[in-house]
């Protein structure tokens, strides 16, 4: 079976053309070392202030986490902090 990928991306309304246009940097947040590709998923990303933030599901070593990340344009993304983690008895949806 083969797993899939999933990859954080960013599409943008290109006014003049009324067309939507993928990101030529893709993707703008890949999985982190020891988080398999298909277990890093769900990205909800709001903003406060002038910063946007996102929190996306993993699973890592068997352990579910909820993990933060920042950016001041949406394109250049900071890893800030594991929010919660599971003791090992399940995952977080996001």
Not at 64 to 91: C, I, P
Request: charged fraction near 25%; aromatic fraction near 12%; include cysteine.
């Amino acid at each position: 079976m083969e797993m899939g990928l999933n990859r954080h991306s960013v599409s943008h309304i290109v006014k003049t053309e009324s067309t939507l246009k993928k990101y030529e940097g893709n993707p703008v947040i890949t999985a982190p070392e020891g988080v398999p590709t298909d277990l890093f998923r769900d990205p909800k990303v709001w903003k406060h202030d002038d910063t946007y933030y996102v929190v996306c599901g993993a699973s890592k070593n068997g352990f579910a986490q909820a993990r933060l990340y920042k950016s001041t344009d949406m394109f250049h993304w900071e890893f800030v902090n594991v929010l919660a983690e599971s003791r090992g008895e399940g995952g977080y949806k996001c």
